[in-house]
């Protein structure tokens, strides 16, 4: 059964500090790893990653996949209190639209 | 370009009762999928439509059923309700199989 674990589940930090969010994946026949940020409300696409080593940015949030070692992260870097959600990561195989989602990770940017 | 919209946006059923809700995908996408979304098991996959056919469907009992219209709206129903389809349910779209997904709001069910 495909799996998806995120790490830490929850995690406060002060304004400004940099967060790495982690993803580590077992998706058979996988195509893809996504992630997404959740507000009170849907999820919202933040990046889709599908080779190894290639990082992706925007802004102040990036992301790399390592297809070796199955995992992900997310890097968030001089915090805003607007970056406080739940942050998603989701792998996505070959064939087909399913998404397998971790538990996604609880950021709380404080003033 | 309109995002993906889904009504109603909550609900109150009672056990025993059915249950459909309706998405709209973002024009031109043909692929819409499914989530139920609960803080125990967090989002889980239904099933997903394109071209009015099933494509894929996730581990949830026979209750759960859908469908898709020629102009790519979806609808799920649950029937029999329980308790524990208390939840999210969250619909996503995409233009093709396998593309990028996006949310809608989803639909907040309560089962009393």
């Known amino acids: 059964e495909d799996k998806v674990v995120q790490s830490p589940l929850s995690l406060v930090v002060h304004e400004g500090d940099t967060v790495t969010l982690n993803c580590s994946y077992e998706?058979?026949?996988?195509?893809?790893l996504l992630w997404y940020k959740q507000e009170k409300k849907a999820p919202t696409f933040l990046f889709m990653l599908?080779?190894?080593?290639i990082e992706k940015k925007s802004g102040r949030l990036s992301s790399i996949l390592d297809k070796k070692e199955l995992f992900s992260i997310l890097n968030i870097t001089a915090t805003q209190t607007g970056d406080s959600a739940v942050y998603l990561c989701?792998?996505?195989?070959?064939?087909?639209?399913?998404?397998?989602f971790g538990e996604g990770t609880q950021l709380t940017v404080n003033p | 370009k309109a995002g993906v919209t889904q009504t109603p946006r909550y609900l109150i059923k009672t056990r025993g009762q059915q249950v459909t809700l309706s998405c709209s995908p973002i024009?031109?996408?043909?692929?819409v999928s499914w989530y139920q979304q609960t803080p125990g098991q967090g989002l889980q996959f239904l099933f997903e439509?394109?071209?009015?056919?099933q494509r894929n469907k996730g581990n949830f009992p026979g209750r759960f059923s859908g469908r898709q219209f020629s102009n790519s709206r979806s609808e799920m129903n649950v029937s029999t309700l329980e308790l524990g389809d208390s939840a999210l349910y969250l619909c996503?779209?995409?233009w093709g199989q396998g593309k990028t997904q996006y949310f809608g709001p989803g639909t907040r069910l309560l089962v009393l």
């Open positions: 989701a792998g996505k195989e070959t064939s087909g639209s399913r998404l397998t």
């Open positions: 998706v058979t026949n996988f195509r893809s």
């Open positions: 439509y394109f071209s009015e056919t």
């Open positions: 024009s031109g996408h043909r692929s």
């Open positions: 996503a779209s995409s």
């Open positions: 599908t080779s190894s080593g």
